[in-house]
């Protein structure tokens, strides 16, 4: 069975910094993007940051210049490099991958979330 685990939220200061990861097991698929949502309390739920297999890189754009999303293949595992905080991220981040079968076609799993709080 697939799962996808967040791991690394908390609190932390404005303009400090966060990292969160997302490890991915059980899959005999290949990963295809490995994206980062949030949603913050009252809000829908935005596409903050993307990483294709090829390395491409896609950020919201109330993030750019602040958050860094990478991969580590081999581990199976996305990482969200945030700096500059604000109490605007404040929100729970969640992981969403898309996979690609042995068959041909795509599926995605979402992560469980992980909170980020952002105040002094």
């Known amino acids: 069975q697939v799962q996808v685990v967040e791991s690394g939220g908390g609190l932390v200061q404005p303009g400090g910094s966060l990292r969160v990861s997302c490890k991915v097991s059980?899959?005999?698929?290949?990963?295809?993007?490995m994206e980062w949502y949030r949603q913050a309390p009252g809000n829908e739920r935005e596409l903050a940051a993307a990483i294709t297999g090829d390395g491409s890189t896609n950020y919201l754009d109330a993030v750019k210049g602040r958050f860094t999303i990478s991969r580590d293949n081999a581990k199976e595992t996305v990482y969200l490099q945030m700096n500059s905080l604000k109490p605007a991220d404040t929100a729970v981040y969640y992981c969403?991958?898309?996979?690609?079968?042995?068959?041909?076609?795509?599926?995605?799993?979402w992560g469980q979330g992980t909170r980020v709080t952002v105040s002094s």
């Open positions: 969403h991958v898309v996979f690609r079968a042995p068959t041909g076609w795509k599926y995605h799993v």
């Open positions: 059980g899959s005999v698929s290949s990963i295809v993007t």
